[in-house]
């Protein structure tokens, strides 16, 4: 039996070469490169007035899908335009919120993340260069590593994280992959 989204202990996020005219489209996938799961933005963004600083039309907000291969949603992370003062919201399939990632800290060298719960405490923690981060919990014990590897980023858990922090982490390599390794950083950080 092939390992889930939910039980693979290294995941590679890369992107979907047959889709590239449609917007993101991402696929998650076990070390053997058997997709597991889809990222996908699935509305269209809603424009204001002007550009941001990247030369994009500003949002009102962005929402990004995790599904599996077959279409059923995972997890939906939801961000408000207002880039780094507002936390990445995360819900699961039903619906249910499970927490978010907000940016802490940020220079040209190194990002801080804390992932939090859905009442906004902290539970865990994404820190890093634009080169590798590492995850860990509540604790400060190291649960996985977030990496890049050519034009894909890679998760390795370390040690197996309780839910819902599992799947806020691969949250946060989604989330690490949308704003410092190939989407507009104003969009969703």
């Known amino acids: 039996m092939s390992p889930s989204l939910f039980d693979a202990d290294v995941l590679v996020l890369r992107r979907d070469r047959k889709r590239l005219a449609h917007g993101i489209r ?4 076990d070390r053997g490169g058997t997709v ?3 990222v996908t933005e699935p509305r269209k963004r809603s424009r204001l007035f ?3 600083g990247f030369g994009d039309a500003r949002t009102t907000a962005r929402e990004v899908l995790i599904s599996r291969p077959d279409g059923a949603p995972l997890a939906l992370l939801h961000k408000q335009w207002n880039a780094l003062r507002r936390p ?6 039903r619906g249910e919120p499970l927490g978010g990632i907000r940016v802490t800290s940020w220079s040209t060298a ?3 993340f804390d992932i939090t719960d859905p009442h906004g405490h902290t539970v865990g923690g994404v820190a890093g260069t634009a080169r590798a981060f590492t995850v ?3 604790g400060g014990q190291t649960v996985a590593d977030i990496f890049k590897e050519g034009d894909s980023q890679v998760l390795v ?7 819902p922090l599992r799947t806020l982490a691969v949250a946060a390599l989604v989330n690490t992959r ?7 950083i104003a969009d969703f950080v």
């Open 136 to 138: 860990t919990d509540g």
């Open 88 to 93: 990445t919201q995360i819900w699961d399939a």
């Open 36 to 38: 597991l799961a889809t």
């Open 157 to 163: 858990f370390r040690a197996e994280p309780p839910e």
């Open 110 to 112: 190194s990002w801080t």
């Open 50 to 52: 002007g550009l941001d």
């Open 178 to 184: 949308l704003v410092l390794w190939g989407a507009r």
């Open 26 to 29: 991402l696929e998650v996938c």
